[in-house]
């Protein structure tokens, strides 16, 4: 089962450091028996209707394909609390995104979301790998790279209240639960305030060596909303706590990978396939320090839409272990 998001601090272990693929509101799994007819190799889900005939438009040339938009997702790690049972693990945060959403109602994911333009903006303390380093790591230039590590910071702390900066090159944010601090998300949220802005307002530098880079996933070629999405690791800082901040998700939890993954087979919980493929690779790290020493094939993931049989799927290379 999993933690509530707020009921433990963080642990004292020394800090090291959603969506890409389709987020349509109902899919089938390939295996399910409603599924008709045979799936091609390597399908994972079979897409709706209404997904499925949008799907057909892009793959004729009917419609172009969206571009999509640069984002990031951050896998907040913690160990599993020493008080209970069994051997050392992981444990990771989740939100619920709410049902009315656009993208992925009902989906337990990662904090994370779009690059904000104002993400990319100078002028902010900044400690660890610089832009051009986090470029070379990224594939992309060094300025989209300053842009993604600041989305990554900035859109953990709008959704678990979690800050991933400090008042020195080596500290890091103690407490961020004050009313204070809540001021700040919300201007945040509404873009009254950048993240650089509010970093020199309150004298702090952005700990991008607090990150790691995990993963990148693109989202298919049919979908009216795309993102390429790098997904980044960071273990919560010492005697910080998450906290459900409402917005976009109406639950939020911090569970071991195995668990949320044999959830999503239970149909207790909805996983989209880069979410469910992280936390089986994450959760076969089984500590969190190997999981941020853990060298990662950073190539991008890119699900592709493959009709077979009068029915369209979404299929995964063969490489990519796909856990549902």
């Given at each position: 089962?999993?933690?509530?998001?707020?009921?433990?601090?963080?642990?004292?272990?020394?800090?090291?450091?959603?969506?890409?693929?389709?987020?349509?509101?109902?899919?089938?799994?390939?295996?399910?028996?409603?599924?008709?007819?045979?799936?091609?190799?390597?399908?994972?889900?079979?897409?709706?209707?209404?997904?499925?005939?949008?799907?057909?438009?892009?793959?004729?040339?009917?419609?172009?394909?969206?571009?999509?938009?640069?984002?990031?997702?951050?896998?907040?790690?913690?160990?599993?609390?020493a008080?209970?049972?069994?051997?050392?693990?992981?444990?990771?945060?989740?939100?619920?995104?709410?049902?009315?959403?656009a993208?992925?109602?009902g989906?337990?994911?990662?904090?994370?979301?779009?690059?904000?333009?104002?993400?990319?903006?100078?002028?902010?303390?900044?400690?660890?790998?610089?832009?051009?380093?986090?470029?070379?790591d990224l594939?992309t230039?060094?300025?989209?790279?300053?842009?993604?590590?600041?989305?990554?910071?900035?859109?953990?702390?709008?959704?678990?209240?979690?800050?991933?900066?400090?008042?020195?090159?080596?500290?890091?944010?103690?407490?961020?639960?004050?009313?204070?601090?809540?001021?700040?998300?919300?201007?945040?949220?509404?873009?009254?305030?950048?993240?650089?802005?509010?970093?020199?307002?309150r004298?702090?530098?952005?700990?991008?060596?607090?990150?790691?880079?995990?993963?990148?996933?693109?989202?298919?070629?049919?979908?009216?909303?795309?993102?390429?999405?790098?997904?980044?690791?960071?273990?919560?800082?010492?005697?910080?706590?998450?906290?459900?901040?409402?917005?976009?998700?109406?639950?939020?939890?911090?569970?071991?990978?195995?668990?949320?993954?044999?959830?999503?087979?239970?149909?207790?919980?909805?996983?989209?396939?880069?979410?469910?493929?992280?936390?089986?690779?994450?959760?076969?790290?089984?500590?969190?320090?190997?999981?941020?020493?853990?060298?990662?094939?950073?190539?991008?993931?890119?699900?592709?839409?493959v009709?077979?049989?009068?029915?369209?799927?979404?299929?995964?290379?063969p490489?990519?272990?796909?856990?549902?």
């Amino acid at each position: 089962m999993p933690d509530p998001a707020s009921t433990e601090p963080a642990s004292t272990e020394p800090a090291s450091a959603g969506s890409a693929s389709t987020g349509s509101a109902s899919v089938e799994p390939a295996g399910s028996e409603a599924a008709g007819p045979a799936p091609p190799d390597n399908a994972i889900l079979r897409l709706p209707p209404a997904v499925a005939e949008r799907a057909r438009e892009v793959l004729s040339g009917r419609k172009p394909p969206v571009t999509p938009r640069d984002a990031a997702s951050v896998l907040l790690l913690r160990p599993v609390a020493a008080s209970r049972p069994g051997p050392p693990g992981i444990e990771v945060y989740l939100l619920r995104r709410v049902g009315s959403m656009a993208f992925a109602p009902g989906a337990s994911v990662f904090p994370g979301g779009s690059v904000d333009p104002r993400d990319a903006e100078a002028g902010l303390a900044w400690a660890g790998p610089d832009p051009a380093e986090w470029g070379r790591d990224l594939g992309t230039r060094p300025d989209v790279a300053r842009a993604l590590v600041c989305a990554a910071v900035r859109e953990t702390f709008e959704e678990s209240g979690v800050l991933l900066a400090g008042p020195t090159t080596s500290s890091v944010v103690a407490d961020t639960s004050g009313p204070d601090w809540e001021e700040d998300r919300q201007a945040l949220l509404d873009h009254s305030l950048s993240l650089a802005g509010f970093l020199r307002r309150r004298g702090l530098v952005l700990r991008s060596d607090l990150l790691r880079p995990w993963a990148r996933w693109i989202t298919p070629v049919a979908e009216p909303r795309r993102y390429d999405t790098r997904f980044f690791l960071a273990a919560i800082p010492a005697g910080q706590r998450t906290r459900h901040v409402g917005g976009e998700a109406d639950e939020v939890a911090w569970w071991q990978p195995d668990a949320a993954i044999r959830a999503a087979r239970q149909r207790e919980l909805r996983l989209m396939p880069p979410t469910a493929v992280n936390l089986a690779e994450l959760g076969a790290c089984g500590q969190v320090d190997a999981a941020l020493r853990a060298a990662r094939d950073l190539r991008p993931v890119r699900p592709q839409i493959v009709e077979a049989g009068g029915t369209v799927w979404l299929t995964l290379d063969p490489d990519v272990a796909y856990p549902l």
